[in-house]
């Protein structure tokens, strides 16, 4: 749990601003699922991190769905809460983010 919980240091700070969402990614979530969403191998086999550029998960990826996710955390608990960690517009800006056609497109 340690490890998933080690980029959990999010600011209070507020406002949702273009590319906001790219920054939270990356200064949160990409210490676990990979800084393109493809997470290393040992994060896969120790955690059972979610490729977020896997085909099955891109089919049901809503802004809506990734945002429970990241308030409330994985049902197995390894990958944390982030409501509190973080304030509701970085939620929303991580979760249209990654939902988004754009967080899997070619640089």
Same mark, same amino acid.
């Given at each position: ?7 959990? %240091?999010?600011?209070?700070?507020? %406002?949702?601003? @273009? +590319? ?13 699922? %990979?800084?393109? +969403? ?34 409330? %955390? ?9 409501? +509190? ?9 991580? @979760? ?12």
């Amino acid at each position: 749990m340690a490890v998933a919980v080690a980029g959990c %240091g999010g600011s209070r700070s507020g %406002g949702a601003e @273009a +590319g906001a969402g790219q920054s939270v990614f990356q200064k949160l979530c990409a210490v676990c699922h %990979g800084p393109d +969403g493809r997470p290393p191998a040992a994060m896969v086999a120790r955690l059972g991190v979610r490729d977020l550029t896997a085909p099955e998960f891109r089919a049901r990826a809503t802004p809506a769905l990734v945002e429970q996710q990241v308030r409330t %955390g994985s049902t197995n608990k390894l990958m944390p809460a982030f409501a +509190g960690a973080i304030d509701d517009a970085e939620i929303t800006a991580v @979760a249209a983010y990654v939902a988004s056609p754009q967080f899997v497109a070619p640089p």
